[in-house]
């Protein structure tokens, strides 16, 4: 693994269903990010890990949780799908918390 | 509240130069970033100012000016392969990442 690997690459869910988007970076980063993007609009954050087992509420939280139980691995979770969650959801990492933010491939996700 | 305002969209020719703005209002400041964004791709880093004044790298230079919450971005020699979408951020007082919506520019040959 080089850099950040986001899983899956794209994913149509059905609403109502629980969802986990996984990410996992090999930089021993201690912060890592959650962002949505959506046409017309900025990288929204979702939610934050400032270093391993602490997590903090970004712009959009709502309907979205997050764990980082180790340095790696940062997984975003949807408890119950919504259409308005369709969306490209980017993961990020970086090295501290005022350093450069190097992003995942992202997951493309559709809520029908 | 909290605003980064950057051109939708921009036109410029092969190897010419193009200069792309971005205002912002945040909450406390602790640098401006630009990022490159191909169509269906992560953002990539370009470059980083937290003092005013002009940071060359390359083909592309960054410009921060604190006192008018303004910066640019400078394109020079224009490739086909800059055709992308350019997405300025302001880093507030809590160290997050506000960030405009992104100038996508079209080079043309």
């Known amino acids: 693994i080089a850099g950040i690997t986001q899983a899956p690459t794209s994913q149509i869910l059905a609403a109502g269903r629980r969802m986990t988007l996984r990410c996992t970076q090999d930089m021993r980063h201690n912060a890592m990010y959650w962002y949505r993007q959506d046409l017309g609009l900025g990288l929204r954050l979702i939610h934050y890990s400032n270093t391993a087992g602490t997590t903090g509420k970004g712009e959009v939280p709502d309907g979205y949780s997050v764990s980082r139980a180790n340095t790696d691995d940062f997984p975003l979770t949807l408890a119950s799908a919504v259409p308005s969650q369709t969306s490209v959801y980017f993961c990020?990492?970086?090295?501290?918390?005022?350093?450069?933010?190097?992003f995942g491939p992202g997951t493309r996700l559709t809520v029908l | 509240g909290q605003n980064i305002d950057q051109p939708t969209e921009m036109t410029a020719t092969e190897g010419a130069i193009v200069q792309i703005n971005c205002t912002y209002q945040?909450?406390?400041?602790?640098?401006l970033f630009w990022y490159q964004q191909h169509a269906g791709e992560a953002p990539t880093f370009l470059s980083y100012n937290v003092l005013d004044g002009l940071e060359e790298k390359g083909r592309f230079s960054s410009f921060l000016s604190r006192s008018k919450g303004y910066s640019y971005l400078l394109l020079k020699e224009l490739q086909m392969k800059d055709s992308a979408s350019y997405l300025c951020a302001c880093m507030d007082s809590n160290y997050q990442l506000i960030w405009g919506a992104g100038t996508k520019l079209i080079i043309k040959p």
């Open positions: 990020a990492s970086s090295e501290g918390i005022t350093d450069t933010q190097y």
């Open positions: 945040t909450s406390g400041f602790n640098g």
